[in-house]
């Protein structure tokens, strides 16, 4: 009776090492595959036309960057031919901005990210419905001014925010 316990402790011991060993060796194999990045043929027709410029150095790229251009291609796939066009322009024109002001971009997309995603949705509709002349008017208004002039711009559009919040919960 004694000898049996002892067979199923050591039974049971065997088996939580396999255990073990097999769910170590599952983490080890999910990292090395992830670490190897995205193989170039797995990539479809359409993400190696969109991603073809980098495909020489396409395995040289970590494997993280890989997956965000594979992600990108995707969705620039999806864009209808007029969605590309603007986007297209949009890239053309932030390539030429000088450095100050690239970095002016993406400080105002950090800003935007870290907005609650309802106020970025009502922001997004806001703009999306603006006619393209009172955009374009908006755009240069904002480009001339001092930086105190858009702060306080910003403390403006912060108040009236606070006072719309105000009134919808009332």
């Known amino acids: 009776m004694k000898s049996d ?6 039974i049971r011991k065997i088996q939580h090492l396999l ?7 599952l983490f080890h194999y999910s990292g090395m595959v992830h670490a190897e990045g995205i193989v170039w043929d797995s990539l479809s027709p359409q ?10 150095h396409w395995d040289d790229l970590p494997p993280n960057r890989q997956e965000r251009l594979s992600e990108g291609s995707e969705r620039w796939n999806s864009l209808t031919p007029d969605q590309r066009n603007r986007m297209q322009e949009k890239m053309d024109r ?13 400080e105002r997309m950090q800003e ?3 907005l609650p995603p309802e ?19 908006m755009r ?6 001092s930086p105190e002039e858009k702060e306080s711009m910003k403390q403006q559009w912060r108040q ?3 006072e719309r919040m105000e009134r919808h919960h009332d």
């Open 140 to 145: 240069e208004r904002f480009r001339t001014m």
């Open 94 to 106: 932030f390539k030429n901005m000088s450095p100050e002001e690239k970095a002016r971009i993406k």
């Open 19 to 25: 255990s073990l060993s097999l769910l170590i060796g």
């Open 119 to 137: 106020e970025r949705k009502v922001l997004r509709e806001r703009w999306k419905n603006m006619p393209p002349e009172e955009k374009e008017k």
């Open 47 to 56: 993400q190696q036309e969109t991603l073809a410029p980098i495909k020489e």
């Open 5 to 10: 316990v002892m067979q199923l402790s050591v």
């Open 112 to 114: 935007f990210k870290k």
């Open 160 to 162: 009236k925010k606070m």
